[in-house]
């Protein structure tokens, strides 16, 4: 197998069409001697001498057996033939050093006079695969197969790994001439062996010529080693401050929070398409799924689950744990050095029975019976909402910290979320509802279109004329129809025409009042509505932002509690009154007043609040 595909029956198979004889010889002075002596007298004779053994039997010298057999030293052996006339001397030629390399297979061995070169040269002919630039189509690729087939009848190897060239950033060849040359040792100064090695194999295709510079390397260090070190560091910090350490009985999956659970349902996929990936030789596939991965772990699962971790649940604990040591093994074959260091400090340090290093660990093996497909989509479709949900805030203005009454969400979306996932919906968007669009009656607009690929395979030429007839409908009532019965009417010159929910594509759309996304098809709407109590909620997570950036300025752990005084205004006042066991709660208050303070943390002039903490 080649990959890419492309190279078997294109480049490297136009040579093969279009191969003419392959001259060996080559008049250099180092080199594999040619092992030809031909005969002085009559220059049609030749006698090609298999080893260094059949040379001293022939000049019926046996020290030869053990000679140099390069030059000058071959040079100087001669040997006569019984009944024939002159002597035969080597001709002057040596092997291009191709041949050499194609014979590597077996060559490396001794094979076949070195004793247990046999066996050794069995075990591992033929090699999985080899891997080499494209410029090494007619070179190694070519010998590689050539020398093994003439000899044993098939190829040295059973896959090729086939490598675009390495550009500099601007794209063009490194060269002396174009002053792009990258050094790659001062480059792994700067960014690290392990960002230069993924980026090589991991980062985008090997296949393809690559540009390679300080902006990309960076881009590999920002996107997939400090957002994983970063998550690693997390769960330290958390399992310090709550000494918490991998003993005893984990908590059983099934019993964990739904995070948990799709984290747990997350990584055993992920362990089944990285090495599925590798199998087939994709590295740029497997650095894809695990930055991918990373991403969803530190942007979502750490993200949404703060409070938890503050709060020591060992089920997020144990979750996570769990998690970076399944990733940290996986990324361990490219990634070496950085993994190995999370193996000392984070699983090595907690587990003294466990492997002593990441690189004589053993390679994960996903439990299926853990991966839950049901939940992984439903996250999915969370996810999607949320970030729809983000995109209509951004549009609005609407800070995130103020609370809103609620969210609209297509009615198929909603379905497919459990109670645990709207909450998480609701409290990363914070909105106290999250709703359907049917629930808001009058307050949608439908407008209704044709699927033209789904139309098309049952209309075939008529499908403009339905998708037609599908836009004039009553969309509302299509709407209706399709979502409580799964078929609807439209009509086409007095034809009734029956039509699926595949058929047609329906658009929700929330009237004046509220913000509204639609991207792909899928639509959101957010309640622009403040009332006053809304507006107190959004000033008391306002007080919460300073205080935790208070609380960071002062050098406090983070599991450190605090006495909290507050002064403010009288608006503001009533919305921490209000919110006091909510304030508290979030920056780990045992108490927390109103007045006068004397020793100033923090103050937000554009609230009107001023801030004293002091370490319970």
């Not at 005084?565 to 909510?582: F, K, M, V």
């Amino acid at each position: 197998t080649w990959y890419p595909e492309s190279i078997k029956w294109g480049r490297y198979g136009d040579w093969l069409r279009n191969n003419i004889d392959w001259a060996l010889s080559r008049t250099r002075y180092w080199g594999t001697p040619l092992p030809i002596w031909r005969n002085d007298e009559d220059p049609s004779r030749l006698r090609c001498v298999g080893s260094r053994a059949e040379l001293a039997r022939l000049a019926g010298r046996p020290e030869l057996a053990d000679m140099d057999p390069h030059r000058p030293f071959v040079d100087d052996v001669t040997f006569a033939l019984p009944g024939e006339p002159g002597t035969y001397r080597r001709v002057p030629e040596v092997i291009d050093a191709w041949f050499d390399s194609g014979s590597m297979s077996f060559a490396q061995w001794g094979y076949p006079w070195v004793p247990g070169s046999k066996e050794r040269f069995e075990e591992h002919f033929p090699a999985d695969f080899i891997c080499e630039a494209i410029d090494q189509t007619r070179g190694w690729f070519y010998t590689m197969m050539t020398v093994p087939t003439l000899v044993f009848g098939r190829s040295s190897y059973k896959n090729v790994l086939c490598l675009g060239h390495i550009l500099a950033e601007d794209g063009r060849k490194m060269s002396k001439h174009f002053n792009n040359i990258l050094l790659p040792v001062p480059l792994m100064d700067r960014h690290g062996a392990d960002a230069v090695r993924w980026f090589m194999a991991a980062a985008g295709s090997p296949w393809s010529a690559r540009r390679v510079g300080d902006t990309t390397l960076q881009e590999v260090v920002r996107k997939v080693m400090l957002t994983y070190w970063n998550t690693v560091a997390f769960q330290s910090l958390y399992a310090r401050a709550n000494g918490w350490a991998p003993v005893g009985r984990a908590p059983e999956p099934a019993g964990r929070h739904v995070l948990d659970r799709w984290l747990t349902s997350a990584t055993n996929k992920l362990v089944v398409d990285a090495t599925a990936a590798l199998e087939d030789f994709d590295s740029q596939r497997y650095g894809t799924l695990i930055q991918a991965f990373i991403d969803e772990l530190s942007n979502w699962y750490v993200r949404r689950s703060r409070r938890r971790f503050w709060a020591g649940e060992a089920g997020a604990l144990v979750t996570l744990h769990e998690t970076l040591d399944v990733v940290t093994r996986l990324m361990a074959p490219i990634m070496p050095f950085v993994t190995e260091r999370v193996w000392q400090d984070l699983f090595a340090a907690t587990d003294p029975t466990g492997p002593e290093s990441v690189h004589l660990a053993t390679w994960p093996v996903a439990d299926e019976s853990l991966i839950d497909a049901g939940l992984m989509g439903a996250m999915a479709t969370a996810r999607r909402i949320v970030e729809l949900g983000r995109a209509a805030r951004a549009e609005s203005r609407m800070k995130v910290r103020q609370v809103l009454k609620r969210m609209l969400v297509p009615t198929a979306a909603l379905a497919e979320l459990t109670a645990e996932l709207v909450a998480e919906v609701r409290a990363e968007l914070n909105v106290r509802e999250v709703a359907s669009f049917t629930s808001a009656g009058d307050l949608v607009d439908h407008s209704a279109k044709g699927n033209f690929r789904a139309l098309g395979k049952r209309f075939g030429k008529r499908t403009p004329h339905v998708a037609a007839a599908i836009a004039a409908a009553d969309a509302a009532r299509l709407a209706k129809d399709l979502r409580e019965l799964g078929r609807s009417l439209v009509h086409l010159d007095d034809e009734p025409i029956e039509v699926t929910a595949d058929d047609v594509l329906l658009t929700e759309r929330p009237r004046e009042g509220w913000s509204v996304v639609n991207e792909q098809g899928e639509t959101v709407a957010l309640d622009l509505e403040l009332t006053p109590e809304l507006v107190r909620a959004g000033q008391a997570r306002e007080v919460i932002r300073v205080v935790q950036e208070a609380r960071k300025t002062s050098g406090l752990d983070v599991s450190d509690r605090i006495r909290l005084r507050l002064e403010a205004g009288a608006e503001l006042s009533e919305a921490i009154a209000e919110h006091a066991d909510l304030i508290a709660d979030e920056v780990l208050a045992v108490e927390l007043e109103q007045g006068e303070v004397e020793t100033l943390a923090a103050q937000e002039p554009e609230l009107g609040l001023k801030v004293q903490i002091t370490r319970a």
